[in-house]
């Protein structure tokens, strides 16, 4: 959901009936996490922190992990996003 008017014509638009009721859509707390964040992120103040996403192939992932922002919140999600794919 975009907050701003946008070029595209998707700002304070839903999301598709259609991806709701399809079997391999993004599990519900995925979704819910992702929407508290943009709230977060729109608001004033420091909100939650921006997880990086990228690592390198070879780079150390649970050790940069351990070493960023709120560990155990961002191994939940990581642990979480990667087996609800499954």
């Not at 304070?12 to 519900?28: F, I, K, M, N, S």
Request: charged share 25%; glycine share 8%.
């Amino acid at each position: 959901m975009h907050f701003a008017h946008d070029a595209k014509g998707i700002a304070v638009t839903h999301l598709d009936q259609e991806l709701l009721g399809h079997p391999e859509r993004p599990a519900d707390e995925l979704l819910r996490w992702h929407f508290r964040q943009a709230v977060l992120a729109n608001m004033k103040g420091n909100g939650e922190p921006i997880f990086e996403s990228d690592f390198p192939p070879g780079s150390d992932m649970m050790g940069e992990i351990l070493e960023g922002p709120k560990p155990a919140e961002r191994m939940e999600f990581e642990l979480f996003s990667r087996l609800a794919v499954q």
